[in-house]
């Protein structure tokens, strides 16, 4: 069994949503299957292949925070996957380690898994610093006690929405280092997924590396056409 996520980021529609849940349902897969869509989706239901997820969670409870939305309130959604730390979460509203951990501590806190997403930048990766950035990313942003269930994903900066993987020893050598790093933790088992330029094409390749639990899949989740054959070749 792998868990093949995908990530709408800002894009989609309910409609469109709708339709995918439908083409979704009629899939024969022993896989985990979860799409994180914007808020204004979350209304649309799961069903026995799909489980919708959200994209981000407020740090706080409740209170005079316009705009956010709580764990609470997505829990009452139904919502039992968050992502958290998503590379555009820190890069374009500078997400730090100590952010990301308090939302995926709010997921906990209302039975939600969260999805904490890790990974270096283009010049991180340059200067040879990729094992001890994502290392000190899952140190610092998974919580120290964890109760209920957490997703680690490992998405290389640089590869997203770029067309470009890492190499698959690269890939095998960051999971490795984050499997390690959970282990240290008391977390081992801990799912790893891989995202960046996921296709269904390097798909299959991808989930046969060591360590690697599935994949978070960006643009390719927005058709049926594309997400579907990810989902049937990851095996
Ligand atoms: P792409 O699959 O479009 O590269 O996006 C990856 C991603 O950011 C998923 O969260």
Redesign the pocket.
């Known amino acids: 069994m792998k868990i093949i996520a995908g ?1 709408w980021k800002m894009n989609g529609s309910v409609g469109a949503l709708g339709e995918m849940t439908g083409r979704l349902a009629a899939v024969k897969t022993k896989n985990k299957v979860i799409l994180c869509v914007p808020y204004t989706m979350l209304g649309v239901k799961s069903n026995k292949v799909v489980n919708i997820g959200a994209q981000d969670i407020s740090v706080h409870n409740r209170g005079a925070y316009t705009g956010e939305v709580s764990g609470a309130m997505l829990a009452e959604m139904g919502v039992k996957y968050v ?1 958290v730390g ?3 979460r820190r890069m374009y509203h500078d997400e730090t380690n100590d952010i990301v951990r308090a939302k995926a501590e709010r997921a906990l806190e209302n039975g939600i898994t969260p999805i904490i ?1 890790v990974g270096e930048t283009l010049d991180e990766k340059r200067a040879g610093k990729t094992l001890k950035i994502i290392e000190t990313e899952v140190r610092e942003s998974v919580p120290e006690e964890v109760r209920g269930n957490i997703i680690v ?1 490992y ?1 290389p900066r640089w ?4 067309g470009l993987t890492p190499t698959a020893q690269e890939i095998a050598d960051a999971h490795k280092s984050i499997a390690d790093t959970l282990s240290y933790m008391g977390l081992d088992g801990t799912p790893i997924l891989y ?4 296709n269904e094409n390097n798909v299959g390749d991808i989930v046969s590396i060591k360590n690697v639990s599935g994949v ?5 989740s927005l058709k049926s056409d594309e997400f579907i054959p990810i989902i049937k070749n990851a095996k």
């Open positions: 990530n992502l998503h590379s555009e997403c994903a998405e590869a997203i929405g770029a995202g960046a330029s996921v978070l899949v960006g643009v390719a």
